[in-house]
């Protein structure tokens, strides 16, 4: 089965960075589209951003474009999503996808998904 361990997620003021990474293993990991996700208390969870298997194409959500970055290491098996300008709307859990199909992730949907990392951002 694919695993995906999510990490780097913390507590910290508006305006600050952090960098959340994915770990993947038990797949070929440069055949799948990934794709990073969040849920904040009492809302659904909406995709944030997503990557195609070499890492050419992009998505991002609109509320984010221009703060966070997508990219991911096909050597080492990892995604990231780096998050700069933070603010108390970013507060939320963070989820980690997989699907071989990128329109798929794009879509809302995923074969695979981490267990989360928690994000809060205080004003």
């Known amino acids: 089965q694919v695993q995906l361990v999510e990490s780097g997620g913390g507590l910290l003021q508006a305006g600050g960075s952090l960098r959340l990474s994915c770990a993947s293993s038990?797949?070929?990991?440069?055949?799948?589209?990934m794709g990073w996700f969040r849920q904040a208390p009492g809302k659904g969870r909406e995709i944030v951003a997503a990557i195609t298997w070499s890492g050419g194409s992009t998505y991002y959500l609109d509320s984010v474009k221009g703060r966070f970055t997508i990219s991911r290491d096909n050597a080492k098996n990892m995604v990231y999503l780096q998050m700069n300008s933070l603010k108390p709307e970013d507060t939320a859990v963070y989820y980690c996808a997989a699907d071989p199909s990128y329109r798929a992730i794009m879509g809302g949907r995923a074969n695979y998904w981490g267990q989360g990392t928690q994000v809060t951002v205080s004003s």
């Open positions: 038990g797949h070929t990991f440069s055949n799948y589209a």
